[in-house]
């Protein structure tokens, strides 16, 4: 089982940024798609992006397309999240989760392994 680490979240003022990171401790992606979820208070978690195995394959919700950009590094050891012009609207817990699995990622399918999460709190 991966145990994942987010980092990176943050208080940040409305149209500024943040970049998140998940890393495995002590293992490597290779071979996980990874998806970024987030809980705001009161609401339903919801998937944000994920990126597939070799990261040819991204995805992004609406709400977050041209703000949003996910990345893994060469070495498969950590993903990221860069987060820009960000909104009170994306204000929330920010979790990675890993997926076995070496084609395509969907934020619909069942993830294994989570982290604990990263508080992001965009306000003035």
């Known amino acids: 089982q991966l145990q994942l680490v987010e980092s990176g979240g943050g208080l940040v003022q409305p149209g500024g940024s943040l970049r998140l990171s998940c890393a495995a401790s002590?293992?490597?992606?290779?071979?996980?798609?990874i998806g970024w979820f987030r809980q705001a208070p009161g609401k339903e978690r919801e998937g944000v992006s994920c990126i597939s195995n070799r990261g040819l394959a991204r995805y992004y919700i609406e709400s977050v397309q041209g703000r949003f950009t996910i990345s893994r590094d060469n070495a498969k050891t950590t993903v990221y999240l860069q987060m820009n012009s960000l909104k009170p609207e994306d204000t929330g817990i920010y979790y990675c989760?890993?997926?076995?699995?070496?084609?395509?990622?969907?934020?619909?399918?069942?993830?294994?392994?989570w982290g604990q999460g990263t508080q992001v709190t965009v306000s003035s």
């Open positions: 002590g293992f490597s992606l290779d071979g996980y798609a």
């Open positions: 989760a890993a997926q076995r699995r070496s084609l395509g990622c969907s934020v619909s399918s069942m993830y294994e392994d």
